[in-house]
């Protein structure tokens, strides 16, 4: 039978992870230019870290791993035969895989409080898994990339967040466009319409208006309990256009009761003030309905959609300032965002956006015509590697036929041919594979052909 592996998952070939290290070079280097340090976290943590940070959703996607040892040695008959598998999971799992890299990071935080500067920003490019139904642009098995900021309450880490979101896709290529929105606002939506309790459901509700239509959020609004007359003030608020400026003012009469709400419009005018001060490429764009799935958000939220693909937000984040307090470590204020970086190769690819140096391969191959050969042209080779250019030796002493096809499937453009004659006039005869020529050169010569660092 032939090996698979589980759905939701994917192997990378090495040119597929050309691509993806293009994508993560691209944003560490963006990371790096705004002060942030490179941590990581373990696979797995204990599950008593991860549940309840996501919600009853989220709680549900999380991957649990089965005790190692006889597990069912601490099972009572009773309990096997009842067949509830939360209260089996609870009681045999105490470790589970990473959801996300925030919840870990405030654990990290917490548990190495006495070795930190604050503020601390740190980046984290690692893997993270949920047990979602696998779809297109949803993976089981998905990287994230992300930078946060804690133990520092300004707006202008908003900012600069919104600056480097701006920055990569620059420098990626692909246009998008950052949607912000702030939590107190949605708070206060829910107050102002008498419906405050309700607060996740009306803002779980809207946050799906793009994609189910404003029917369907209203009647998901219904399900949850939220009353008639608190749907009918939300529709002008869920249908709200206009420019920026024009939906703050009129958010900012809606909510002239609420000091939450007014709260949140100010720290929006703040932070949009600020941005456009900047030359940015992206359009930055305030959608009151945003809401973000995961609960532990209390101030500003970050989604980026790309403007040229159907697919979903390929990057989010935003303030959560208790999220430090469920570990036991109050007052700490963070922000963060996370670059979905799965979803961004995706997008690359359908626009097919990489440029040919980000997916370099072999530079030069040398072909092999035996053992005296090979001894010659070993410290040769070695002084081209060191000048920073990347070389092959073919392994064997094959057929040209062989050396040649492999050079060929490897998209390595040049082979490097060494033979007696060669030799004798210590040069290199150089083939050109795409266009067919051959040059006798010094390696001096070569170097200028081929490049380095």
């Known amino acids: 039978m032939k090996p698979s592996i589980p759905k939701g998952t ?46 009853e959703e989220g709680d549900k996607l999380l991957f649990k791993i089965l005790n190692s040892g006889d597990v069912l ?28 890299l925030t919840v870990p990071f405030a654990r990290y935080v917490v548990q190495h409080r006495n070795e930190l500067s604050f503020p601390f920003k740190r980046y984290q490019i690692q893997p993270v898994w949920r047990a979602d139904r696998p779809q297109k642009g949803r993976y089981r098995e998905f990287f994230q990339c992300d930078a946060d900021i804690v133990g520092s309450d300004s707006l202008l880490n908003e900012v600069e967040i919104i600056q480097m979101i701006d920055e990569v896709f620059r420098r990626l290529g692909i246009r998008v466009r950052i949607k912000i929105n702030n939590r107190k606002i949605l708070s206060g939506i829910a107050e102002i319409v008498g419906e405050a309790d309700k607060i996740v459901d009306i803002t779980v509700a809207m946050d799906k208006l793009d994609k189910i239509g404003l029917e369907n959020v209203n009647a998901e609004l219904r399900s949850t309990g939220v009353s008639e007359e608190a749907i009918l003030k939300l529709q002008p608020i869920i249908t709200l256009q206009g420019a920026n400026s024009e939906k703050l003012a009129v958010m900012r009469d809606t909510l002239a009761s609420s000091v939450t709400g007014i709260k949140g419009i100010e720290e929006m005018e703040y932070i949009l003030r600020m941005a456009s001060k900047l030359s940015l490429t992206s359009e930055v764009e305030t959608d009151i309905t945003l809401a973000r799935g995961l609960n532990y958000y209390t101030g500003t939220i970050f989604e980026v959609k790309a403007l040229d693909v159907e697919i979903g937000s390929i990057t989010g984040g935003g303030r959560y300032d208790n999220l430090t307090g469920v570990f036991g470590m109050d007052g700490v204020s963070g922000v963060g965002i996370s670059f979905g970086a799965d979803r961004i190769y995706d997008v690359l690819n359908q626009l097919d956006l990489y440029p040919l140096n980000a997916l370099k391969t072999t530079q030069i191959m040398f072909a092999n015509f035996g053992e005296c050969e090979l001894e010659y042209l070993l410290p040769i080779v070695a002084g081209i590697r060191a000048a920073g250019v990347s070389v092959e030796i073919y392994p064997e002493a094959a057929k040209m036929k062989k050396q040649f096809g492999y050079a060929d499937d490897k998209h390595i453009p040049y082979v490097a041919i060494i033979g007696e004659n060669e030799m004798a006039a210590s040069k290199i005869n150089l083939k050109n594979m795409t266009t067919g020529e051959q040059q006798l050169l010094t390696i001096e010569q070569l170097l200028s052909i081929v490049g380095g660092d």
């Open 10 to 55: 994917r192997d990378f070939s090495p040119s597929e992870m050309a691509k993806r290290n293009y994508i993560f070079d691209t944003i560490r280097d963006v990371y790096a230019l705004y002060g942030f340090q490179q941590i990581e976290t373990p696979a797995m943590e204990n599950l008593s870290t991860l549940t309840g940070k996501y919600g």
């Open 73 to 100: 040695a601490d099972f009572t008959d009773e309990e096997l035969t009842a067949r509830n598998s939360l209260r089996f999971a609870a009681k045999a799992c105490e470790k589970g895989l990473r959801y996300d």
